[in-house]
């Protein structure tokens, strides 16, 4: 089993930034992929950002060039930054570690974005 504990949600205003992190324990190694994904209400959830244990990343399109994940293996964390949050960026963010068909969810951290 894989643990993972999201931090770092809250609520800014438009055009603000925020840093999301992700700590992973238990039966952890650097070979997962990694991603976050969001949930608004009413909306199915969705990948925002990945990141391969190589560290190659991939993102969505509403987010390319604001988005920013990242991850250290050694302290086996891995962080999203957020600029230039939009309202629109309001959803529930999930970290997610996969491998092959093995997946683990964290269990989310809200963030809020005020027009």
């Known amino acids: 089993q894989v643990q993972l504990v999201e931090s770092g949600g809250g609520l800014v205003q438009a055009g603000g930034s925020l840093r999301l992190s992700c700590a992973a324990s238990?039966?952890?190694?650097?070979?997962?992929?990694m991603a976050w994904y969001r949930q608004a209400p009413g909306k199915q959830r969705e990948l925002v950002a990945r990141?391969?244990?190589?560290?190659?990343?991939n993102y969505a399109d509403s987010v390319k060039g604001r988005f920013t994940i990242s991850r250290d293996n050694a302290k086996n964390t891995v962080d999203l930054q957020m600029n230039s949050l939009k309202p629109e960026d309001t959803a529930v963010y999930y970290c997610?570690?996969?491998?092959?068909?093995?997946?683990?969810w964290g269990q989310g951290t809200q963030v809020t974005v005020s027009s």
């Open positions: 997610n570690a996969d491998r092959t068909i093995v997946t683990f």
């Open positions: 238990g039966s952890f190694s650097s070979l997962y992929r």
């Open positions: 990141i391969t244990s190589v560290g190659t990343t």
